[in-house]
């Protein structure tokens, strides 16, 4: 039987995430934690909402992630997050030492990997899952903004 | 008349800070945003108490900051914080644009000058300040931690 639970799988509801932020005015960027198959976090940017630049999808999903599981090292949990991290989230990610990292778009100007952020050396990264829908929604965003 | 308003007399009321973290068994990291010689924001490290890699000092008082000035960039604010941020808080700094950060300590591991994180252009690092008593502190915790 086929495995349902595919990297696209999970970054579908990741992208969901950003579509909320998209509607509420906010670069759509959204993350979701998942441990064994199962969804712990979804979290999207709200940094306008907040006011706070630390309100990144990323840095609310470490956090949640931590709470609902009773302790603040993401093993076994994958982030799925429709944009490459910045250095921020890279180096949140760092200090959570989390197992895994799979983003959408990449961040070609304020990414990690650009910046030369470091990570933990266990985590895994695995970039470009749906970039396109990802890279599309950010175009849309900015687009509706200049009007 | 002399100024009483010097990098040191607020490095102190970070390192009060600190105590109280080492009180609570965080490691003693403390810090507070000034802006015209008034401070807006006092935090500590709490990532144990809150079971969250993110509860740094630094993160907490560009939060609290905004939430204060009701605004996410941090114009005209000095962070004085008694260690080196690492590349997390420094990345979070270089969102909220600060316009100058005075640290204690030197973090020769974790801090964001070894790990190359960039700040934003425009703000001004001056390091240095009471480090003997920030590292005295840190050395302290850590040789109780030991026992």
Known sequence: MENIFTDAYFMKKALQEAEIAFEKGEIPVGAIVVVDNRVIARTHN?????????AHAEMQAITSSANFLGGKYLKDCTLYVTLEPCQMCAGALYWSQIT???FGARDEHRGFMKMGTQLHPKTIVVGGIMENEASELMKRFFAKKRK
């Open 46 to 54: 709200l940094t306008e909402l907040l006011n706070d630049v630390t």
């Open 100 to 102: 895994k990292i799979v």
